[in-house]
């Protein structure tokens, strides 16, 4: 096939296509541009077999990309995406965790209190942690001194990595509805214990002082992942009139959305564990300022997200962005 030859035959079309994806259309131009468009494609198939790259196939290939963008639309701008996600997306996915979020913080606290309280009342349970001398130095040196025995930026990354890791665990292991549990007990009895030796050195008021500053907005981050985790379980468990594989799609892509935003909430507590906790501050002043990042996420979560839930959001993605959700009865 000659590719000149094409041109000249084709050119008027391949210009009136131009102009259409240049033009406001009606309803009739807009048919016209699909027909055009279907023409324009399937010369430019012919000259890509026949001849391969040249400059005829190049124009056809311009005029087309211009036609597709008419038809698909541009783009969102990433300040309109971020401004959906942070608006509406991310706040309504945390709001539908609210609930399961609030009875994993009772069972939390229900078991670091229970565990605490265990092993403070029995000196010979405590003795079996270790040596004396050893629990003493824990309570009265070791467990201040973590918080300021490195850099407060070296010691911020350090714990909001950590953090995000445990964070991460019961979103990727979620599915399981076994790891999110263990995650949370493991860390509530660990602190139970800390609470317990803290406790028989009389030391449970220092244990408090210095958690509570980061550990309020760190500990509800952890609780929501947890929720997150199960959630998706839950999903698979009980899909209701959607499919499973569905289900998992739709509780997956909100739940990414949750681990996204808690990396900065993770962050936050991150920074008032670093710059805060340990350092020399009125104590009133460290706890006001812990409470008031956890207000401040409480208030997104709550408030901003009952509003994106009465919007219709439920965290997930987009129809262009998801796909077409397949119908289903009831």
């Not at 055009?36 to 890509?48: C, G, N, P, T």
């Not at 407060?152 to 995000?164: D, L, Q, R």
Request: glycine share 8%; hydrophobic share 50%.
């Amino acid at each position: 096939m000659d590719a000149d030859a094409l041109a000249d035959a084709r050119r008027a079309e391949w210009d009136r296509l131009d102009e259409l994806s240049r033009s406001r259309l009606d309803g009739q131009g807009v048919d016209e541009l699909i027909l055009r468009y279907r023409a324009a494609s399937a010369d430019l198939a012919e000259l890509k077999t026949s001849v391969g790259d040249s400059p005829q196939s190049a124009y056809v290939s311009s005029v087309l990309s211009r036609a597709r963008l008419r038809l698909t639309g541009a783009p969102e701008s990433i300040l309109t995406q971020a401004r959906r996600f942070f608006v509406d997306q991310l706040p309504a996915a945390l709001y539908r965790l609210r609930w399961t979020t609030l009875v994993i913080a009772a069972v939390f606290v229900a078991i670091t209190v229970g565990v605490g309280a265990w092993l403070a009342s029995d000196p010979a349970l405590v003795a079996t942690l270790g040596a004396a001398d050893f629990l003493e130095q824990y309570a009265e040196e070791s467990f201040t001194d973590y918080y300021t025995e490195n850099p407060a930026a070296v010691f911020a990354g350090m714990v909001w990595t950590n953090n995000a890791w445990i964070a991460a665990q019961c979103v990727l292991f979620g599915i399981t509805g076994i790891w999110p549990i263990y995650v949370i007990v493991q860390n509530a009895f660990g602190l139970g214990v800390s609470a317990g030796v803290m406790a028989a050195y009389d030391r449970l008021d220092v244990m408090v002082l210095y958690i509570l500053p980061h550990g309020l907005l760190e500990m509800t981050s952890i609780f929501v992942a947890a929720a997150g985790g199960l959630h998706l379980f839950w999903a698979w468990v009980a899909p209701g009139p959607r499919t499973r594989p569905a289900a998992l799609a739709q509780e997956g892509r909100a739940l990414a959305t949750v681990a996204i935003g808690l990396v900065f909430a993770l962050f936050l507590s991150g920074l008032v564990e670093g710059f805060v906790t340990g350092w020399s501050l009125p104590w009133p002043v460290k706890i006001g300022i812990g409470a008031a990042a956890l207000a401040v996420f409480l208030v997104y979560m709550l408030l901003v997200g009952r509003r994106a839930y009465e919007r219709g959001e439920r965290g997930d993605l987009l129809e262009y962005e998801a796909g077409t959700p397949q119908l289903t009865a009831g």
